[in-house]
């Protein structure tokens, strides 16, 4: 019983619960939601959309945004077409590096600005969301790449499955276990909460407040490359506009799964189940035959319901600590 309300008092719990209410209903309503081919496309659908809240979540955690992942996954999925193309016979594993490394180069640089400027990263990234895509515009222009200019074996990687999960969902999940241990587990993980708490005070206790933020935005650019070669992998196409507003869904899935928007409390897990949440709402509303607009009307509630049960959260928090102080 009393693993039960540990389990409950979790932050994950309530967006979990919500996830699974969600499943029940949508599948009472309609018997061939629960399809295998349907729960297969649902976790297609979600993989990309989990990677990116994972690495959103660390940089929320720290007190920052990064508006730019989806330009970035945008530039990473035309790199990879590109790369395909144009080099008969590349190996996937050097696609995926290269795809990797381009996020990693755009995610320092926004790391670079935000801890080097003093600029709040709201605007920062807002400004090279920008200026990322405009390098994407001119580079791909009107050319886009289909699913026939790369190997069957990558296309594959959404296509096959191991015990049910499309392969590149599990990429995705053993992406987040890693993400998850390292930032429950080890020293500089939970820097990246202390510092969203409190960075002054992280200082004070000789945290290298800079040196982790920058690396919290490096790590997320490398989760966007990460993301733009599976997206490539996943759908039919790339070009100029790939990626083009999943910046907001990206948010919007971490704060829904538990992330504080004023940092120092979540999670990657959380994240990435907030992901899983959004993209079922969508699949649950479209099998109930509910028109788009109410769907992004619910996704908008789901947000404000979650920043005000944070708020509530931590203003019941600090009551208690004020309580307690004045026992002691």
């Keep these: 019983m009393s693993l039960l309300r540990s389990a409950l008092r979790l932050r994950e719990a309530p967006v979990t619960l919500a996830l699974i209410a969600l499943v029940a209903l949508t599948a009472i309503a309609n018997p061939r939601f629960l399809a295998p081919q349907s ?5 297609l659908n979600a993989t990309i959309l989990m990677i990116l809240a994972a690495g959103q979540a660390i940089v929320l955690i720290t007190r920052n945004v990064d508006l730019s992942v989806g330009s970035i996954l945008g530039i990473s999925a035309f790199l990879t077409g590109t790369l395909f193309a144009t080099v008969p016979g590349i190996p996937i594993p050097m696609v995926f590096v290269a795809g990797i490394a381009i996020g990693g180069v755009l995610g320092a640089l926004n790391g670079l600005l935000v801890t080097i400027a003093g600029v709040p990263s709201l605007v920062i990234t807002l400004g090279t969301l920008y200026i990322y895509r405009g390098i994407n515009n001119a580079w791909a222009g009107g050319k886009e790449y289909f699913s026939g200019d790369r190997p069957a074996e990558f296309g594959n990687l959404s296509i096959d499955t191991i015990l049910g999960f499309p392969i590149i969902t599990l990429i995705a999940i053993v992406v987040i276990a890693f993400l998850a241990i390292a930032l429950g587990f ?4 939970r820097d990246l909460y202390a510092i969203g708490s409190d960075p002054d005070a992280a200082r004070l206790f000789g945290i290298p407040v800079t040196s982790r933020v920058f690396t919290a935005f490096a790590v997320n650019g490398i989760l966007a490359g990460l993301a733009g070669v599976l997206y490539t992998s996943r759908f039919s196409s790339v070009g100029a506009t790939t ?4 910046e907001l869904d990206v948010v919007a899935a971490a704060v829904v799964g538990g992330v504080a928007i004023f940092g120092g409390s979540g999670s990657v897990v959380g994240a990435a189940i907030g992901a899983v949440l959004l993209t079922t709402i969508t699949s649950s509303l479209t099998a109930v035959r509910v028109d788009k607009f109410w769907q992004q009307a ?8 979650a ?3 944070d708020r509530l959260a931590g203003m019941r928090a600090k009551r208690k600590l004020r309580i307690s102080e004045a026992v002691s």
């Design 186 to 189: 080890t020293r500089k993980g």
């Design 39 to 43: 729960v297969k496309d649902l976790l």
């Design 307 to 309: 920043i005000v049960i």
């Design 298 to 305: 619910i996704v908008g509630v789901l947000i404000l319901a």
């Design 243 to 246: 990626g083009t507003g999943m």
